[in-house]
């Protein structure tokens, strides 16, 4: 591979890259597998926009619709057998879906970074406690725990927000674990011997130095946790264990096969919210992937 | 006459293991003085493994000494408190020999300047900085405007390295660890880049410590040479003495490999030795390679001085007058 | 030279001895090679129709400054460009067989076989946890289908013999090593199978210079015993005194001159390799630093006419800025591409 060395002091052109918009789009051509997430995910986003703009939130909830209509143009997604007004439901589901994710994706990534960092830069027994902690908590089996704990609470007491923390309480050591390698390696590098030659302080070189080059990582360990917290919020509310009257997409399933949906012939009722799922799953995981691709140079199919 | 460093007697020991510990000796009682009125350029020479790189770790002060003490300015560098030790960082800089690992792939190579610039507050405004910056980078042959805003992969490896030592000219600091600077480099740009090295000793004042394994280059830039085999000093001197009538068997067999650019001048002469006993912790560390090793090479034979300006530790010249270790800088001329 | 694509050992070539060196048909011979990289920002034309032969038993030195093209043109006879790089045009014949008209199946197996290539920084790449002889049985892969594990096994110890290393190497892992002997570990592996051509693309920079004299002797040697011909990329010319028979030089994608070794350090011709010779350190000079002046050229943006013109102390007229040099055979056989020469000699002074 030939190095792109600079024009000498005679020739006036200098050369010059092409916008970061055009980049981006070549980069996304050549990736084809982060395009097809990134791209599904923008269609999601937009139904639920489009969906707000012409539904009334409160038809997702229970007696507002006539009950176990098929789909029709007067309700394009069907109604279910309380009441509820399908596109409604898949609307504001999927809403909800969204802030659980993003919600608990942040904290995880919040508490993997912080720690990550605090043990890889400050090192020994701090380094050691954490690491040990993770170590132990890992192995647990989080989809028990988590049918535990959510059981064990009182059917009021489960919201949205209950769910986000339940399902963080077990997610959070990976990134972690995650982080905290990359800053290891990091921290040896030499451009952070630079800096500290530089007067930079720890925090500086923490901050400064070393988290921007970890922005895809950190990235990457977000869409993670929110794929692990929107998986997770799915089957605990399959299991009945969400908060119940409101119309996740998990909860919505459930209802429906604890009404024999598909033997009563409303196959548009658990069909709905399933298929939404593969599509956030898959797109998120798509994503993941073509992260993959982007932090990790030496997967990299082109150059 | 101030002195600008004094290692005294440094040592550094690696342990490995918990049970049974083996301990590797990366330096071993060195000792050095460097004058603040005579700026000189030192060569300290030696293979991998030599020690070279721990003395550079242990002056930039990222590792500290075993035993021994290393003194800035007349400050033992383990012991400074805030604003000293700001200024100890500001006049002890180096140049490393990665062009491109020094430079933090997120940031324009501008970074690399300006973060100096800020924190040892050399400017007072953002025009004054870009000022300096564009005539640091002038100096060492580039166009700002070429270079500034540009990330570290656009450039080639001569270039950064270039703008490496436009940051040490930038910060004038009083000592200069310089490791490797130029084998990573282009031969054709060696040149430029240990010219304006010896400038920046010669017209700023600035010690230079030139740390290499390419005799070559330190007989071209440096006034005196320390030749270090496995954390011991096997000999030292001014560098013309040193290289053109090398008295130590490990010194000859260094500049006897050296690849001369001259068909006349062949390589070779004498064969290389395959190690075969490996050196005890109390003989000379180079007994297993040295065609001459004799019985009294097994304890450590001490610095020699062969002629002013000249010494070895070997054996070989028992019958000279025999040097301190504490005594090394006098035998080393600025 | 007897030269099938051979599949199988290729113990069964003999070395030609010494005295048919002279007269040998050249075992290398490269023909207009061109190649371009098609990036982001436009297309760089990393080779420029270049064209060189090499006898047995011959050693060439190639030099040039970094981005000159000289890595590209081993991985380009090695038909190993990947994209954005493509290979535009050009023949490579190695003994009878044209590497560029093989098939990929064809290609794999004149790897290795024919023509080796030991890569820059080949001792960093060795894997750190297969054992070395391991590793080395894997490299013949492709050309050792059929082939009893214990007539692997001595190929490998043969090769580590060849190099100075103990036959007991070849279970040992790589970080148990020094960088010599991963260095040489490399160069058996390229020898192997006894190819004709070795390229040896900087195998000594990241080494001290004891080692370093060790490898290149080890080079040395090994190529004596199997009459290979070595190219040796690299951009320390002392090396190249100490080493090689012949010097090409590569600038800007193009080779400017070929010419022995004695003909290149005491009459270097064009005017970089005049300048490359001058900025050389050695004894008698000292203090004195003579750096090219200038930078190397981007392939995306060459200047005008002869890509050296800008910085050349002779690049100022019409011709130079607008004409590209065409390569001219000065008598006594060397090759040089500047407008100072035409075929008999000096031109404009």
């Known amino acids: 591979m030939t190095t792109v060395a600079f024009p000498t002091a005679e ?23 982060l395009a097809i997430g990134l791209a599904v995910l923008l269609l999601l986003v937009l139904f639920t926009v489009v969906g707000f703009l012409v539904i009334n939130p409160r038809d997702a909830y229970p007696l507002s619709v006539p009950t176990k209509k098929p789909p029709s143009w007067q309700y394009p997604l069907g109604t279910d057998f309380f009441g509820r007004n399908m596109l409604a439901a898949m609307t504001v589901g999927m809403w909800q879906t969204a802030v659980i994710g993003i919600l608990a994706g942040a904290l995880g990534t919040f508490i993997g970074v912080v720690l990550g960092f605090v043990a890889a830069y400050f090192g020994k027994g701090l380094d050691n406690t954490i690491r040990t902690i993770c170590q132990i908590l890992t192995p647990i089996p989080v989809l028990l725990i988590q049918v535990v704990i959510a059981s064990s609470l009182d059917k009021r007491d489960v919201t949205i927000f209950t769910m986000a923390f339940i399902v963080v309480m077990l997610a ?50 977000f869409v993670g946790q929110v794929f692990s917290a929107v998986f997770a919020s799915f089957y605990l509310a399959v299991l009945g264990l969400g908060p119940l009257r409101e119309p996740l997409l998990g909860n919505i399933i459930w209802a429906a096969q604890s009404q024999g949906a598909f033997f009563n012939g409303w196959w548009w009722w658990p069909i709905e919210p399933a298929v939404a799922m593969i599509l956030i799953l898959g797109s998120l995981a798509f994503i993941i992937m073509g992260l993959d691709e982007l932090a990790n140079p030496r997967v990299r199919k082109s150059e | 006459m101030a002195n600008l460093l004094e290692l005294k007697n440094v040592s550094k020991v690696y342990q490995r293991g918990l049970i049974s510990t083996q301990a590797t000796v990366a330096l071993r009682d060195f000792s050095l003085t460097l004058n603040e009125d005579e700026p000189t350029i030192l060569t300290v020479a030696g293979e991998s493994g030599s020690g070279k790189t721990t003395l550079a770790m242990l002056l930039l002060g990222f590792i500290s000494p075993t035993m021994g003490e290393i003194i800035y300015r007349g400050k033992n560098i383990s012991r400074l408190g805030g604003r000293e030790r700001l200024t100890y960082r500001r006049e002890v800089q180096a140049v490393f020999q990665d062009p491109f690992a020094v430079f933090n792939p997120f940031y324009t190579v ?85 010219e304006t090295l010896r400038n920046l000793q010669r017209d700023h004042g600035v010690s230079i410590i030139y740390i290499t394994h390419d005799l070559t280059t330190a007989f071209h830039i440096s006034k005196s040479i320390v030749v270090l085999y496995r954390g011991s000093v096997m000999e030292a001197g001014d560098v013309d003495r040193v290289i053109k009538n090398p008295q130590h068997p490990y010194t000859q067999l260094l500049v006897d490999s050296i690849p001369w650019p001259n068909l006349e001048q062949r390589w070779g002469a004498q064969p290389i030795k395959v190690r075969e006993a490996v050196a005890g912790s109390e003989g000379c560390p180079f007994i297993g390679r040295c065609p001459h090793a004799m019985d009294i090479c097994k304890t450590r034979p001490p610095l020699f001085e062969i002629e002013p300006h000249h010494t070895a530790a070997c054996f070989l010249y028992d019958k000279r007058p025999q040097l301190a270790p504490e005594k090394l800088s006098e035998v080393l001329p600025v | 030279m007897s030269a099938t ?109 024919k023509i080796a290539y030991i890569p820059q920084g080949a001792m960093n790449s060795l894997n750190p946890v297969i054992r070395i002889g391991a590793q080395m049985a894997d490299a013949l892969k492709d050309h050792t289908r059929g082939q009893s594990k214990s007539a692997i096994q001595d190929r490998c110890a043969a090769a ?89 030089v590569m600038y800007a994608g193009r080779l400017v001159e070929v010419a022995t070794v004695r003909e290149m350090f005491t009459d270097p011709k064009h005017p970089y390799s005049r300048a490359l010779i001058a900025s050389l350190p050695n004894l008698e000079n000292k203090g004195v630093f003579q750096g090219i002046p200038g930078l190397a050229p981007s392939l995306l943006r060459l200047p005008t006419g002869c890509a050296f013109h800008p910085r050349c102390p002779y690049g100022q007229g019409e011709l130079q800025r607008t004409t590209r040099p065409e390569e001219v055979t000065l008598p006594g056989g060397r090759k040089v591409t500047c407008h100072l020469y035409d075929a008999e000699g000096v031109k404009n002074g």
């Not at chain 3, 990947?82 to 990929?104: A, C, N, Q």
């Not at chain 3, 892992?173 to 199978?193: F, P």
């Open chain 3, 160 to 248: 580590l013999r060849s190099v100075d290393l103990d036959p007991g190497v070849a279970r040992m892992y790589a970080h148990e090593l020094s960088g010599g002997m991963k260095q040489r570990v490399c160069i058996a592996i390229g020898i192997l199978l006894r190819p004709e051509v070795i390229i040896a693309d900087e195998p000594t920079s990241a080494l001290d210079v004891v080692t370093q004299r060790q490898v290149m002797e080890t080079i040395d040697r090994v190529q004596d015993e199997i009459n290979a011909a070595v190219i040796l990329i690299g951009h320390d010319m002392g090396l190249m005194a100490q080493f090689v028979d012949r010097v090409a």
């Open chain 1, 11 to 33: 020739s006036e052109d200098i050369v010059r890259q092409p916008s970061q918009a055009v980049l981006l789009l070549r980069y996304l051509r050549r990736n084809k597998i």
């Open chain 1, 172 to 221: 959070w050591m990976w990134p972690t674990l995650v982080i905290r390698s990359q800053v290891l390696t990091m921290k040896e590098r030499q451009f952070v011997s630079v800096a500290k030659l530089s007067g930079v302080s720890d925090f500086g070189i923490i901050f400064k130095e070393i988290l921007p080059n970890l922005l895809p990582f950190i990235a990457a360990a």
């Open chain 2, 110 to 194: 501008d970074h690399l300047l300006s973060v100096p610039i800020k924190r040892f507050r050399l400017a007072k405004s953002k025009t004054e900085a870009r000022d300096k910056m564009e005539e640091a980078l002038r100096a060492v042959g580039l166009r700002p405007e070429d270079v500034l805003g540009r990330f570290p992969h656009q450039l080639s490896g001569g270039q950064r390295q270039r703008i490496n030592v436009a940051r040490a000219l930038l910060l004038k600091p009083r000592l200069l660890i310089a490791d490797e600077p130029v084998s990573m480099v282009d031969a054709s740009l060696r040149a430029t880049i240990l």
């Open chain 3, 5 to 113: 694509v051979a599949v199988g050992p290729a113990s069964t070539r003999t070395a030609v001895p010494a005295a048919m060196v002279a007269t040998a048909t050249p075992v290398l011979r490269v023909e207009h090679l061109e190649v371009t990289y098609y990036t982001d920002a436009g297309r760089a034309k990393a080779l420029d129709d270049v064209s060189f032969t090499l006898a047995a038993g011959q050693k060439m030195g190639m030099v040039g400054e970094s981005g000159s093209g000289k890595s590209t043109m081993a991985l380009a006879m090695m038909r190993m460009i990947k994209p954005p790089g493509r290979i535009e045009g050009g023949r490579v014949h190695v003994g009878d067989t044209e590497l560029m008209g093989l098939d990929d199946e064809g290609m794999r197996k004149a790897r290795l076989n």
